[in-house]
């Protein structure tokens, strides 16, 4: 039988909600948290450890969580409807919240199974609904790897794993500094292609993606680092109407599916 826990006092529950807000508990601790069975499931099928499972049986049944865990050793904990409502990130939800180990986005762990791989890059993002959209965008287009340069936000933060709904298990991932990511673009001879307004950019249209090649978005109030700009060939979707940019997720989507289409012809 599962553990039972009705206390909001309970240490594990406080740690929990620690692990919620604060990226520093989960850079310490080696741990995130999600809450969902989808997600749950993508990240089992990513290969990521999960350690505990905290469930509200009335939203859910212990059976159908156990036969969704791997074999190894997971700590299945029942908990009050105060509890999880206490834990719960969202309104609508599935009863299940866990804890999974973290894993280490390094570019050395980076494998390509073509010869020809498709990678997007986004300097810098901030804001983890923009984040959460590229990934879903990279997994709706089956890239080969979705690359960060210099991020200013913990990867495991609750609302990417929400925004992304689970994707963030779905792509191969890898995080650098721009420095660090041109130099492995130049190693594995990668063509690269930035989006970004400026004098030199031409039309997205008239480029060739079907070979080895990197889409590289910017935000949408600074744009891409000058380290980048000189380096990559920048690109540009033409705008008809009033407004010069788009959301950095559409921008990528636009990139990133133009590629697909010239590789499906």
Sequence with gaps: MPKYISSLQNPLV?????????????RKQGVFVLEGLRELSLAIKGDYQVVSVLFYAELIQLQTIENMLPSQKVDLIEVSKEVYQKMAFRGTTEGVIAVIKTREFSLKNIHFKTK???????????KPGNIGALLRTADAANVDAVIIANPLTDMFNPNIIRSSVGCLFTNQIAIGSTSEIIQFLKEKHINSYAAALHKDSINYLTEDYTKPTAVIVGTESTGLSDEWLNFTKKVIIPMEGEIDSLNVSVAASILIFEAKRQRNR
């Design 116 to 126: 020809s791989p498709l990678i997007l890059i986004a300097e810098a993002p901030e």
């Design 14 to 26: 406080k740690n929990i909600l620690l692990l919620k807000d604060k990226s520093k508990t989960r």
